[in-house]
């Protein structure tokens, strides 16, 4: 079974572009969380989709947004980039019901310059 | 979500056991023991998660103490590609409660 898959891996943006971030989730899960690692603050969680909608979200701005498509892939757009946008953005899936861990892929490194 | 208190770092032996302490002592009856590894440059690794009973798979043993204020993650034969962070992780277990608190973590480090 094929896992996690994120796209790209590393990106370079400069300050106040846009950037978006592609999932694609392990098949048949339609849970998709988001999280932001940095040295600074370790791993914080963004958001979570469930069946196409915003189930849970974390503590983080309004230039941080996501959506789930109807085949669970799930994007994450973050406008007017900042210095401290630089990270690693990690995407996991699970099944999404009660006590099932959610796997994790190997991230999309943001750099902002 | 209850806080968890990991030792920074550990060195084992390749070829011991590693064993991990986790401290949760204000864990509440609904909440989850979830163990996540990270090796440097990949996503978090699930590794192993229980309630209140002590838990095995292929990857490693999990012990959890009778008042569940702690529990102790093993590795029984630490090799050198399980050099990670292991992040032990308290979970409430419920509709919408699909997120994870990570904390630091502790770095082991197995030792040729």
């Known amino acids: 079974k094929a896992g996690v898959t994120q796209t790209p891996r590393y990106l370079i943006k400069t300050r106040g572009q846009q950037v978006t971030l592609s999932c694609s989730p392990i098949s048949g899960h339609r849970s998709v969380s988001w999280y932001q690692q940095t040295p600074g603050q370790g791993l914080q969680f963004l958001f979570e989709y469930f069946s196409e909608t915003q189930r849970n979200k974390g503590n983080f701005p309004g230039r941080f947004s996501g959506r789930q498509f109807s085949n669970s892939r799930s994007e994450m757009n973050v406008s007017t980039l900042e210095l401290g946008d630089s990270a690693l953005y990690l995407c996991?899936?699970?099944?999404?019901?009660?006590?099932?861990?959610?796997?994790f892929g190997d991230g999309t490194r943001l750099s902002i310059l | 979500d209850a806080k968890t208190t990991q030792p920074t770092s550990m060195d084992c032996a390749e070829g011991r056991a590693a064993n991990l302490p986790c401290n949760h002592s204000?864990?509440?009856?609904?909440?989850?023991v979830y163990w996540y590894r990270q090796i440097h440059s990949q996503g978090p690794q699930y590794i192993i998660h229980?309630?209140?009973n002590n838990e095995t798979n292929e990857m490693a043993s999990l012990i959890i103490t009778e008042d569940r204020k702690s529990s102790t993650l093993i590795l029984p034969h630490a090799t050198l590609r399980d050099t990670a962070v292991y992040y032990c992780?308290?979970?409430?277990?419920?509709?919408?409660?699909?997120?994870?608190?990570f904390g630091t973590g502790t770095r082991l480090t197995v030792i040729p």
């Open positions: 992780i308290v979970r409430t277990v419920g509709a919408g409660a699909n997120n994870l608190f």
């Open positions: 229980g309630l209140k």
């Open positions: 204000t864990i509440s009856g609904n909440e989850y």
């Open positions: 996991a899936s699970s099944p999404g019901q009660e006590n099932q861990p959610q796997h």
